[in-house]
């Protein structure tokens, strides 16, 4: 339920220069359009045709703003928002505040704000994402938003015009996380803020969306969200680089939110650098002792989780891996499956087509369990050797997370001195 108090910013004095009798005219209400507006009827008390005019428009005059901070009030958003709609050049309707009333719910968090006019309005729509005392907020029509009466009062599309830039905000983009590079991230711990997860995944590129999903009720994150790249091309190296990175405890999921969206082979040769700069600039760092988050450039707060800094647990710059030839499947072929020897050379050869999709095949080895029982190291594991390591960067790129009876492959680069040396891992 709303509070039934509201700030109401709005000037109700009657324009200078107004003829006396005449109705004022509202912005966006052509004249003419509520005929009984200067009508008396009896036994019902007069309303002013101002009044009227305005009731009747409030519907394309208001945004939604959601997922506020907590420490948001009426005064503080109206100021902010009005502030915001003259820097982008957002005031059409002259000198003056934007913003007439604001009507917030603590509870929820969100607010319904609304503007002088309905032009300003489809304006404050731009601002979807902006940053509000340090979170990102949702900017949204509201649900008695009504599309084919607001689109006779004015525009219902921002102006292209606007200077969205001086505001942070990318021009043509929105705050949300929508299209088919979208990327879901899982496993964040509850207590980062907006601003800190946004700093990890800015890590790898600027962001054109990030929306991170909150409880209704109490505002708080769920663990989760989904963000777009405005580059595309680096969403695979991020996605590689946090996928299954450890903080405090809990393991980040980062993978393409639609299944369409699978790691481009293209892009095998961005994915392969990227680990390989991560992964000298490791060495680099355990070598002279530096500051590994300063100099790699992940964000300054993840220093207090453990295993992110060098050498500790199983963070990120720990298990970052330099490409080689070789790459090592698991969960691809049960024990079971390779005692069969018919069995076995229909995997093999299957493998062998499959993995030869990406390049050429120097070795493949699929260890079998012994028929007396005898435990053999690497049962149950593939290893690919490829001619180079742009095949088998191409081929870890596209094989791992990919399901084979109904469990996601694992592929990771394999060291090809332990190859050679039938040193299968156990």
């Given at each position: 339920m709303?509070?039934?108090?509201?700030?109401?910013?709005?000037?109700?004095q009657?324009?200078?220069?107004?003829?006396?009798?005449?109705v004022p005219?509202?912005?966006?209400?052509?004249?003419?359009?509520?005929p009984?507006a200067g009508a008396?009827?009896?036994?019902?008390p007069a309303m002013?045709?101002?009044?009227?005019?305005?009731q009747?428009?409030?519907?394309a005059r208001?945004v939604?703003v959601?997922?506020l901070?907590?420490m948001?009030n009426e005064?503080?958003?109206a100021?902010y928002?009005?502030?915001?709609?003259?820097a982008i050049g957002?005031?059409?309707?002259?000198?003056?505040d934007?913003?007439?009333?604001?009507?917030i719910?603590?509870?929820?968090?969100?607010?319904f704000?609304e503007?002088?006019?309905?032009?300003?309005?489809?304006?404050?729509?731009a601002?979807d994402?902006?940053?509000f005392?340090g979170?990102?907020?949702?900017?949204?029509r509201?649900s008695?938003y009504?599309?084919?009466m607001a689109?006779?009062?004015g525009?219902?599309?921002?102006?292209?015009?606007?200077?969205?830039a001086?505001?942070?905000l990318?021009?043509?983009?929105?705050g949300?996380?929508?299209g088919?590079?979208?990327?879901?991230?899982g496993?964040?711990?509850?207590?980062?803020?907006?601003?800190?997860?946004?700093?990890?995944?800015e890590?790898?590129?600027p962001l054109r969306?990030?929306?991170l999903?909150k409880d209704r009720?109490?505002?708080?994150?769920?663990?989760?969200g989904?963000?777009?790249?405005?580059?595309p091309?680096?969403?695979?190296?991020a996605?590689?680089?946090?996928?299954?990175?450890?903080?405090?405890?809990?393991?980040?999921t980062?993978r393409?939110?639609s299944?369409?969206?699978?790691?481009?082979?293209?892009?095998?040769?961005?994915?392969?650098h990227?680990q390989?700069?991560?992964?000298?600039?490791?060495l680099?760092?355990?070598?002279?002792?530096a500051?590994?988050m300063?100099t790699?450039?992940?964000?300054q707060?993840?220093?207090?989780f453990p295993?992110?800094?060098?050498g500790m647990?199983?963070?990120?710059?720990?298990?970052?891996?330099i490409?080689?030839k070789?790459?090592?499947?698991?969960?691809?072929?049960s024990?079971?499956?390779?005692?069969d020897d018919?069995?076995?050379?229909?995997?093999f050869e299957d493998m062998?087509?499959?993995?030869?999709?990406?390049?050429?095949?120097?070795?493949?080895?699929?260890p079998?369990?012994?028929?007396?029982?005898?435990?053999?190291?690497?049962?149950?594991?593939?290893f690919?050797?490829?001619?180079?390591?742009?095949?088998?960067?191409?081929?870890?790129a596209?094989?791992h997370?990919?399901?084979?009876?109904g469990k996601?492959v694992?592929?990771?680069f394999?060291?090809?001195e332990?190859?050679l040396?039938?040193?299968?891992?156990?």
């Open positions: 709303l509070p039934s108090t509201a700030m109401n910013t709005s000037n109700s009657s324009p200078l220069g107004q003829v006396a009798g005449m005219t509202v912005p966006g209400v052509f004249p003419g359009m509520f009984f008396q009827f009896p036994g019902l002013p045709a101002q009044a009227m005019t305005q009747a428009t409030r519907h208001r939604y959601g997922g901070p907590p948001a005064q503080t958003i100021t928002f009005s502030q915001v709609m003259a957002g005031n059409t309707a002259g000198p003056g934007a913003v007439v009333n604001v009507y719910n603590h509870e929820k968090k969100f607010a704000v503007m002088r006019t309905v032009e300003e309005a489809s304006n404050a729509m601002l994402g902006i940053i005392e979170v990102s907020v949702r900017v949204r509201p008695d009504n599309p084919s689109s006779t009062l525009p219902s599309q921002p102006s292209p015009h606007l200077n969205l001086a505001v942070g990318t021009p043509g983009a929105t949300g996380a929508d088919p590079d979208r990327v879901f991230v496993g964040l711990p509850y207590y980062l803020t907006e601003v800190q997860i946004k700093e990890l995944l890590s790898f590129g969306g990030f929306d999903v009720d109490t505002g708080n994150s769920k663990g989760y989904f963000c777009v790249y405005q580059d091309a680096v969403t695979d190296v996605c590689a680089a946090l996928n299954g990175l450890k903080m405090g405890d809990k393991t980040l980062v393409r939110a299944a369409s969206g699978q790691p481009k082979p293209d892009q095998a040769n961005v994915l392969a990227a390989h700069q991560i992964a000298l600039q490791k680099a760092l355990q070598a002279t002792g500051n590994p300063g790699t450039g992940l964000p707060f993840m220093m207090g295993g992110m800094a060098l647990g199983d963070g990120m710059l720990s298990q970052v891996e490409p080689t070789v790459v090592c499947l698991t969960e691809v072929v024990p079971n499956e390779l005692k018919e069995e076995f050379d229909e995997i062998k087509d499959e993995c030869g999709k990406y390049g050429s095949i120097v070795n493949l080895v699929i079998r369990p012994k028929p007396t029982g005898e435990e053999v190291p690497g049962v149950g594991k593939v690919v050797e490829y001619s180079d390591t742009q095949g088998a960067s191409k081929a870890k596209a094989i997370g990919r399901k084979f009876g996601p694992v592929a990771v394999y060291p090809e332990k190859l040396e039938r040193d299968y891992g156990g």
